[in-house]
């Protein structure tokens, strides 16, 4: 079974920095595309930003140049870097990966699959 485990949210002060951690465990042939998405209560869940498994990067207008999204592929564990934080930027904030299993019998991957974190929250203090 494939999870993905969040750390790293909590409560900061403005213009403070964050780092979000996106953990992928289980039987993983391979992953895809990796982001960062954030939800507010009553909104819809937006983009922050997305990550290819080349490296290339997608951001939300409203986090370039103050967010960085990467990852280790040996660790599938993607990462957001989150600097000069603002208190718009308080929200629930979730991890999500595109995941081919690995299949035991044929010794090869099958999906993707999009998989979710269970989110962490990020507050940012005036």
């Known amino acids: 079974q494939v999870q993905l485990v969040e750390s790293g949210g909590g409560l900061v002060q403005a213009g403070g920095s964050l780092r979000l951690s996106c953990a992928a465990s289980?039987?993983?042939?391979?992953?895809?595309?990796m982001g960062w998405y954030r939800q507010a209560p009553g909104k819809q869940r937006e983009l922050v930003a997305a990550?290819?498994?080349?490296?290339?990067?997608n951001y939300a207008e409203a986090v370039k140049g103050r967010f960085t999204i990467s990852r280790d592929n040996a660790k599938n564990t993607v990462y957001l870097q989150m600097n000069s934080l603002k208190p718009e930027d308080t929200d629930v904030y979730s991890c999500?990966?595109?995941?081919?299993?690995?299949?035991?019998?044929?010794?090869?991957?099958?999906?993707?699959?999009?998989?979710w974190g269970q989110g962490t929250q990020v507050t940012v203090s005036s």
């Open positions: 999500d990966a595109d995941i081919n299993s690995f299949n035991s019998r044929s010794w090869s991957g099958e999906g993707p699959i999009n998989y």
């Open positions: 289980g039987s993983i042939f391979s992953i895809n595309a």
């Open positions: 990550i290819t498994s080349g490296g290339s990067t």
